[in-house]
């Protein structure tokens, strides 16, 4: 008997999105790095991508780049977060490479390199106006010239994010700005960009449609691996959009109004809720609460199911359309967004299990 609430991940679906993700960059040019956090970098996932071919993994936390490295997985590592100044010692311990937008930083770095006789490589990141990490673009060159003097540090390439925290798509305009600025940085000031690192899973739409620019030549790719698509609406043909499902058990059935009785104020969670009034219906509490996952990371894999709402400990959904007839202590099981993986995966109450 498996535990609950607990994710089943399923490595043979993973190994097919890895290999279709993995021919579309390789057909183009394109190197994956193959990005571990949305699932904590737990081994056997980080394992299946190395099988597939890819040879760097990047992560944006350095206990998942240790967790890795003490799993004994065989690749090259890639800190994805600019570091913390205070950690610069464990970045070039940990990290072949990293991503960097500042100066103190990277001088930390390239000290740190030194005295453990190694050499990092960094790649800068330029904002292009997603507004999170990066350099804007007019003080990359002058930056450029200042890491040109580090010897603990060489600079691979430039790098770029999209999609972050802004919503800024990727287009094939805002990827030829990096291109034309690594040109002019490679005419001027003699330096050698191997890497255009283009972005993450929402890039990948653009090697599909056939608009990256050929000078780009990276891209850090952890949801499309997991979750089959570029974005919430667009599926990557040949690949699997419920490699990893969710199930928890119902701790109460019951045949309930679906409106409230009483005054209304807040919930336990301070929000005022919003109930439609559908009469009586059969609502199962589910045992797992926002503490595991917020529930509209949740989709059910039974269509006629609804999620009323949750509390801390507590989900409930409106089973009253589904065709099969419940009973307590049945499961329910749920595809999750990519957010949804990464917190349910970071809940020590939630178990994993890999098939
Ligand atoms: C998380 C992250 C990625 C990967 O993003 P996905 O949407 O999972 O593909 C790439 N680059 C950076 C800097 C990141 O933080």
Redesign the pocket.
């Known amino acids: 008997m498996r535990k609950n609430p607990r994710l089943e991940i399923n490595l043979r679906k993973l190994q097919q999105n890895v290999a279709t993700v993995f021919n579309l960059c390789a057909a183009k040019g394109v190197e994956v ?1 193959g ?1 571990t ?2 699932f904590a970098a737990l081994p056997e996932i980080a394992q299946v991508m190395v099988d597939g071919g890819i040879k760097i993994l ?1 992560d ?1 936390r350095l206990e998942n780049i240790l967790t890795l490295r003490d799993a004994g997985i065989k690749a090259k590592m890639m800190l ?2 600019i570091p913390m100044l205070h950690e610069v010692d464990l970045v070039v311990k940990l990290a072949d490479c990293s ?1 960097n937008s500042e100066l103190v930083v990277i001088k930390g770095l390239s000290t740190s390199a030194i005295k453990q006789k190694k050499i990092h490589n960094i790649i800068l ?1 330029v904002d292009l106006g997603d507004l999170r ?1 990066g350099v804007l673009p007019e003080d990359v060159f002058s930056l450029v010239k200042e890491i040109r003097h580090l010897t603990g540090v060489r600079l691979k390439g430039l ?1 770029v ?1 999209f ?2 925290i802004s919503g800024v798509d990727p287009t094939p305009e805002k990827l030829l700005q990096l291109v034309s600025l690594a040109t002019k940085i490679e005419r001027n000031l003699g330096v050698k960009l191997e890497i255009l690192s283009g ?4 890039s ?1 739409a653009l090697v599909i449609n056939d608009t990256l620019p050929e000078q780009i030549n990276q ?8 979750l089959g698509h570029t974005d919430i609406f667009t599926e990557i043909k040949g690949a699997f959009q419920d490699s990893i499902t969710l199930f928890a058990e119902i701790i109460e059935l019951k045949q309930k109004e679906s409106t409230p009785s009483g005054s209304i104020s807040r919930d336990s969670f301070g929000q005022i809720p919003k109930i439609k009034a559908k009469g009586v219906r059969t609502r199962a509490i589910l045992a797992i609460g926002k503490q595991d996952i917020y529930p509209d990371n949740l989709v059910p894999l039974d269509q006629d199911i609804t999620i009323v709402a949750a509390s801390s400990d507590h989900l409930v959904v409106d089973v009253t359309e589904s065709k099969t007839s419940f009973k307590v202590g049945d499961e329910i099981q749920f595809i999750l967004t ?1 957010p949804g993986i990464l917190s349910a995966i970071t809940s020590k109450y939630v178990k994993v299990y890999t098939d």
Do not use: A, H
């Not at 972005?199 to 929402?202: F, L, V």
């Not at 891209?219 to 997991?226: F, N, P, S």
């Open positions: 790095v990005v956090k949305g990047g944006s994805l977060r991503l990141m990490e790098g994010n999609n972050c972005g993450n899973t929402s990948l891209l850090r790719i952890g949801e499309g691996i997991l990519y």
